[in-house]
């Protein structure tokens, strides 16, 4: 069975900086997608950004880019010019190309603050 | 603009009242989840229904059920629900193919007095 980990229960950042989330997963598997969700409170989940793992080049949409790291089995999430509307949950998830029912299996959650 | 809808976003129910939350949806996604969310934790997969088959997490309580009534509509039903059972339920969508996300709704938070 497939696990994801992220380490940083907490993550602080000021406004314009930048800041790293981190997630490593476990999979004996070479065909997969990871994925960074989004939740602000008291508001839904939102896709941020997608990575197939077939793909060398990092995915970037706009102020968001990952650090995918095949091998280190590590798919870290960067927020460049943080903004006040960052401040959420972000969970990372696995998913395995095999997975008729596209199910995810999430790490645990990174709590990020953005400060003024 | 296609979404995933749940109704209500808050419903309280008593100990041991049954009780439905609903979702619906505009996507004409063929998978639907149901997810059940505890503060600062990640979802926790519940069931799914892939198409009209129904697949069940194996460490989901019997108290859960879930029916799809049609492509639009998943409904949780708890049968007797406990303290233990407050939590804030995800419902979400994905369609078929390789590359598909999963959209979430809204969410409904449930409390039990």
């Known amino acids: 069975a497939q696990t994801v980990t992220q380490s940083q229960p907490e993550m602080s950042v000021q406004e314009a900086e930048t800041v790293t989330l981190s997630c490593t997963y476990d999979?004996?598997?070479?065909?997969?997608?990871l994925f960074w969700y989004k939740q602000p409170p008291s508001r839904q989940m939102i896709l941020v950004i997608r990575q197939e793992a077939y793909k060398q080049q990092n995915a970037t949409e706009n102020r968001f880019s990952v650090n995918f790291q095949k091998a280190a089995k590590s798919f870290s999430l960067k927020i460049s010019d943080s903004q006040l509307g960052d401040a959420a949950m972000y969970f990372c998830?696995?998913?395995?190309?095999?997975?008729?029912?596209?199910?995810?299996?999430f790490g645990g959650g990174t709590r990020l603050m953005v400060k003024p | 603009d296609a979404m995933v809808i749940q109704n209500p976003r808050y419903q309280v129910t008593q100990f041991g009242k049954p009780v439905t939350l609903s979702c619906s949806q505009t996507l004409n996604h063929n998978v639907m989840y149901w997810y059940q969310q505890k503060s600062s934790q990640a979802p926790k997969l519940l069931f799914h229904?892939?198409?009209?088959?129904?697949?069940n997490e194996a460490d989901t309580p019997d108290n859960f059920q879930s029916r799809r009534p049609n492509t639009s509509f998943c409904f949780l039903d708890i049968r007797s629900p406990g303290l233990g059972d407050a939590a804030m339920y995800l419902c979400a969508t994905s369609g078929p193919g390789r590359k598909e996300e999963q959209y979430f709704g809204p969410g409904t938070r449930l409390t039990v007095t």
């Open positions: 998830a696995y998913r395995s190309a095999l997975n008729a029912g596209n199910m995810l299996t």
């Open positions: 999979t004996s598997e070479s065909d997969y997608y």
């Open positions: 229904y892939y198409d009209k088959d129904f697949n």
